[in-house]
């Protein structure tokens, strides 16, 4: 199919974008980091979000090389900001098919980059941890003897969350923004919330509430001890550049 042959050229050229979305602490409004966000301006079509070229990029194996594309490059970012700001790489279960790659592939990264590993986060679905979760478990934690922390995304929309919550290595669960979105509206998504931050917490987890667009949700955050948030109210994915400037900035 062309948008296959298009995505092959623009693997080879590396003729993506990466938005930076902040990540801020929810009681004191403190810039902690930076979740990268690929796009791909192609040239007909224009913008393509990720959710219209990842799934062709898994099926055809290109998000192994699309993949070590971000890292690299986030990385590199990462490393023109501010000491303790943090950037966060979404990975796909894909990428964890060849594991010792993976491993390498982050490692490079950093050290191309020279960023502490301390400063960069891996976010994972549960979808990963679904199809053969003793390999998942080895890769993640070979990631984490790197320095890297690892965090559970979407966190509430997959399986069996709570059976590989205790079992893999999370340093933060994302609550995903669904929650968020019907904390206002619904009692049952906000007891839904509050039972996650606790639930988080009580494992030793960082809990981010994602998806943040109202001055109310921020307050009932607050309320539930959730400490960390990113969404449109907070900040919107932004060039890298801007990412930058803000950094700076703020710190
Ligand atoms: O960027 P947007 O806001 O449209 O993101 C849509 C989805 O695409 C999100 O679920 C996000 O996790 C995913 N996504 C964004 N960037 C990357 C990436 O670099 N790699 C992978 N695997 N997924 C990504
Ligand atoms: O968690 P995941 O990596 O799937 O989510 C990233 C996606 O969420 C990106 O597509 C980003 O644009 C989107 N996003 C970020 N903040 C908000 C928000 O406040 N509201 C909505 N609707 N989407 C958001
Ligand atoms: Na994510
Ligand atoms: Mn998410």
Not at 60 to 77: D, H, K, M, N, Q
Not at 218 to 243: D, I, K, S
Request: glycine share 10%.
């Amino acid at each position: 199919r062309k948008l296959t042959q298009d995505l092959r050229l623009a693997v080879a050229d590396g003729a993506f974008d990466l938005a930076f979305q902040p990540l801020h602490t929810l009681a004191d409004a403190r810039l902690v980091g930076f979740e990268a966000l690929l796009r791909w301006p192609h040239p007909e079509r224009g913008l393509i979000p990720p959710a219209d070229f990842i799934p062709l990029a898994e099926e055809t194996g290109l998000i192994v090389p699309l993949g070590a594309w971000v890292l690299r490059r986030a990385c590199r970012e990462a490393a023109s900001w501010p000491g303790k700001v943090r950037v966060a790489v979404n990975l796909s279960p894909a990428q964890f098919h060849d594991g010792a790659a993976l491993v390498q592939t982050v490692r490079d990264a950093l050290a191309a980059a020279n960023l502490p590993a301390q400063r960069l986060e891996l976010e994972v679905t549960e979808g990963l941890l679904v199809r053969d979760p003793g390999a998942a478990l080895a890769i993640l934690e070979e990631l984490r003897k790197l320095g890297c922390s690892i965090v559970m995304d979407d966190f509430g929309t997959g399986y069996s969350s709570l059976a590989y919550l205790w079992r893999f290595p999370f340093d933060k669960l994302k609550i995903d923004r669904s929650f968020v979105a019907g904390m206002s509206g619904e009692p049952k998504a906000a007891a839904i919330v509050a039972t996650i931050v606790a639930l988080g917490h009580s494992l030793g987890l960082a809990v981010t509430a994602e998806g943040i667009e109202t001055v109310g949700q921020v307050g009932a955050l607050n309320a539930t001890g959730c400490e960390l948030g990113q969404g449109y109210l907070l900040g919107r994915p932004m060039p890298a550049e801007a990412a930058r400037e803000l950094s700076e900035r703020v710190s």
